[in-house]
């Protein structure tokens, strides 16, 4: 079955530090990837997404993610993180033969000073 | 700015009772899509509609929850009768499979059944 798997519920980095959010995904073939943020109380917002060609994308606020084929990977980095980026990140995929979205769980970031 | 609205932004109500959900679409979006978020389950698809036509809702309760689309800017998701189980977060999406694919998600409805 189509899945998004993000391994850790919750990751707590200082401020100025880097990040890195992981996501795995199990699809019959390469789906279109995003990831999306979500501020306490509020919608999702995209913050990047892959289709395909350049596998390291940019996204907004300073993220970027690196799809990984052979891993089925498709992880979030930021190189340093400020303390407004605490908040729940959720990895998407699409693609198959229903063509709806697929999350994974969900990672909760904490930004401690 | 073109976002998906979605309207009661809050709504309270007690066990048994109907409860009507709406959204908005974005204009000229033919995907809708209806997401429930709890802290036990995360996001889960309920339904979803392409050109107003359901393609999947395996993700609701059949017995209580139905979703439709009356006309192309209005998305309903209804829950009769309610339970205290069906409080959550709802969310409503929107995206078009003409170009690259991407849901747009409206602010969500926060419903609590006491």
């Known amino acids: 079955a189509q899945s998004v798997t993000q391994p850790d519920i919750h990751i707590t980095v200082s401020e100025g530090a880097s990040l890195e959010l992981r996501c795995n995904y199990s699809?019959?073939?390469?789906?279109?990837l995003f990831w999306y943020v979500q501020s306490p109380g509020q919608g999702l917002q995209l913050l990047l997404k892959?289709?395909?060609?350049?596998?390291l994308v940019q996204g907004i606020k300073g993220f970027e993610a690196e799809f990984k084929r052979s891993q089925s990977s498709f992880n979030l980095r930021k190189p340093s993180v400020h303390w407004s980026d605490a908040a729940e990140y959720f990895c998407?995929?699409?693609?198959?033969?229903?063509?709806?979205?697929?999350f994974g769980k969900g990672t909760k970031l904490s930004v401690k000073p | 700015d073109a976002r998906v609205t979605q309207t009661p932004r809050h709504k309270v109500t007690e066990m048994g009772q109907e409860v009507t959900m709406r959204c908005q679409p974005i204009?000229?979006?033919?995907?809708v899509f209806w997401y429930r978020q709890t802290m036990m389950q995360g996001l889960e698809l309920l339904a979803y509609?392409?050109?107003?036509?359901?393609?999947?809702d395996s993700g609701m309760p059949k017995d209580r929850f139905s979703a439709e689309m009356p006309d192309a800017t209005l998305a309903t998701l209804k829950i009769q009768p309610s339970e205290p189980r069906d409080s959550a977060v709802y969310f409503c999406?929107?995206?078009?499979?003409?170009?690259?694919?991407?849901?747009?998600f409206g602010q969500g409805t926060r419903l609590t059944v006491v």
């Open positions: 892959y289709f395909s060609g350049d596998t």
């Open positions: 204009l000229g979006h033919n995907t």
């Open positions: 999406a929107s995206g078009t499979g003409q170009t690259h694919y991407e849901a747009f």
């Open positions: 998407a995929a699409y693609g198959g033969s229903q063509g709806n979205l697929i």
């Open positions: 699809y019959g073939a390469t789906p279109y």
């Open positions: 509609f392409r050109n107003r036509a359901p393609l999947d």
